[in-house]
C-alpha cells in the first residue's frame, strides 16, 4: 500500500490505513515526541494524542508539500499544547548554571574536530538531559527552525527568556559533550 492510497484510506477511516499509517510513521515521531518529553510514557502520550489529531483531520490534507512534514507539524503541535498544559511542570527555568564559572573549552577548530566523534545517541541523550526548558526551546530553535517571537508566542514565555534560555541550552550541551570527550579520551 502506498502513501496516497493509505492517506485515501485514512480518510474514510479503514483501520488497516491506520494502523499503515501508524507504523509508517511510529518510529520518526517518537523521536520528535522525545525531544519534548521528560520521559518515553509522556513522549508516548504525546504521541499517541497526536496521532489522534492526524486521524481526525486527515481529511485537511491538501496534498501539498511533504505528508511527513505535515504530519510532524501535528507532533509537535500536540507535543507544545502538551507542554502548555503542563507548563508549571515543564518551562521552570533553572538558575542553576547562571553563577557557574567558565568551562574550559578549546577553541571553535578543535572542538568541531572534537564533536565529530560523538555517537548521535550521545548527542541526543545530553539534549534530553536539559531541563526542560531549556531543551524546549532548543528544539524549537535549532531542529524546528522557529524564531525567538515564535517560540515566545508557543511557549507562552518572553523573547528574552527563549534567547537566554537558548544560550543556556547551547552552553549546557557544549559542557556535557566535553565532559563525555574528556571521559572517553581518559579511557
Known amino acids: 500500500m502506498n502513501e496516497l492510497d493509505i492517506i485515501k484510506g485514512c480518510v474514510k477511516n479503514d483501520r488497516a490505513s491506520q494502523k499503515a499509517l501508524y507504523e509508517m510513521f511510529y518510529g ?3 523521536g520528535v515526541c522525545s525531544r519534548y518529553s521528560n520521559s518515553s510514557d509522556e513522549a508516548q502520550d504525546i504521541l499517541h494524542e497526536a496521532f489522534l489529531k492526524v486521524f481526525n483531520s486527515i481529511k485537511n490534507f ?3 508539500g511533504s505528508f511527513e512534514g505535515w504530519v510532524r507539524r501535528i507532533m509537535v503541535n500536540t507535543a507544545i499544547d502538551h507542554l502548555r498544559k503542563n507548563k508549571k511542570n515543564h518551562l521552570i527555568v533553572s538558575t542553576v548554571y ?3 564559572k567558565a568551562v574550559n573549552i578549546p577553541d571553535e577548530a578543535i ?5 565529530l566523534h560523538i555517537d548521535k545517541e550521545e548527542i541526543l541523550k545530553a539534549v534530553q538531559e536539559l531541563t526542560p526548558a531549556y531543551r524546549n526551546v532548543f528544539n524549537l ?4 527552525e522557529h524564531t525567538h517571537k515564535e517560540i515566545a508566542e508557543l511557549l507562552e514565555i518572553s523573547e528574552g527568556t527563549s534567547k537566554s ?6 552552553f549546557n550541551l557544549k559542557k ?3 565532559h563525555l570527550i574528556k571521559t572517553t579520551n581518559d579511557r
Not at 111 to 115: M, T
Not at 165 to 170: C, D, M
Open 28 to 30: 520518526k515521531m517518537l
Open 62 to 64: 491538501n496534498n501539498t
Open 98 to 100: 547562571a553563577n557557574q
Open 176 to 178: 556535557s559533550l566535553m
Open 111 to 115: 572542538e568541531d574536530e572534537l564533536f
Open 141 to 144: 530553535y535549532v531542529i524546528e
Open 165 to 170: 534560555n537558548l544560550s543556556k541550552a547551547k
